[in-house]
């Protein structure tokens, strides 16, 4: 084909815009679509039996240089598990942390310890903002969650908020 030379750029131009546009569909195509559902697992596959529970909340406004104490008890039973979290800004988001079992001493923030294997079961999940040295909590809030294998669980940030 014999054409002005003007037109060649041109025609160049839009061929490799088509070639690109080509390959740009090739590998979404290949890679595969992550928004379709995932597959369901067969009912062999469930989770179940003793697991972790992992905390984590929304934005906790309002409450730099407080505490996040998280415990973990059976329903009219004593707390198996804690997580003591260190609020660090006035719109702080706790990350995921995992509730490890009670310190020896009666500081629920003392010594680190390994995280707590909870039987299957429910547990009332009590979530409170603690000025230290306090007792108290200053405002909480409680949530039941059901262990089957390990579980993960949002604390509502707002409703700690001040």
């Given at each position: ?42 009912p ?21 240089g ?7 008890a ?15 800004s006035?719109r ?5 942390t ?37 007792q ?6 409680k949530q039941t969650v059901?262990?089957s ?5 949002e604390?509502d940030?707002?409703?700690l908020?001040r």
């Amino acid at each position: 084909m014999n054409l002005p030379g003007t037109q060649r750029p041109r025609l160049f131009l839009a061929a490799t815009c088509l070639a690109f546009a080509g390959l740009l569909l090739v590998g979404v195509a290949a890679c595969g679509d992550d928004s379709a559902p995932a597959p369901t697992a067969s009912p062999s596959a469930a989770r179940s039996g003793p697991g972790t529970i992992s905390v984590s909340s929304s934005a906790i406004g309002g409450q730099s240089g407080r505490v996040l104490l998280v415990f973990a008890a059976p329903e009219g039973g004593a707390p198996r598990a804690r997580a003591c979290i260190p609020i660090q800004s006035d719109r702080f988001t706790a990350p995921s942390t995992v509730l490890t079992d009670p310190p020896a001493s009666q500081d629920p923030c003392g010594a680190a310890t390994p995280a707590t294997k909870l039987p299957e079961g429910t547990y009332i999940l009590t979530a409170g903002i603690y000025a230290p040295p306090a007792q108290r909590a200053e405002v909480e809030t409680k949530q039941t969650v059901r262990v089957s294998g390990d579980t993960a669980v949002e604390i509502d940030g707002a409703a700690l908020s001040r």
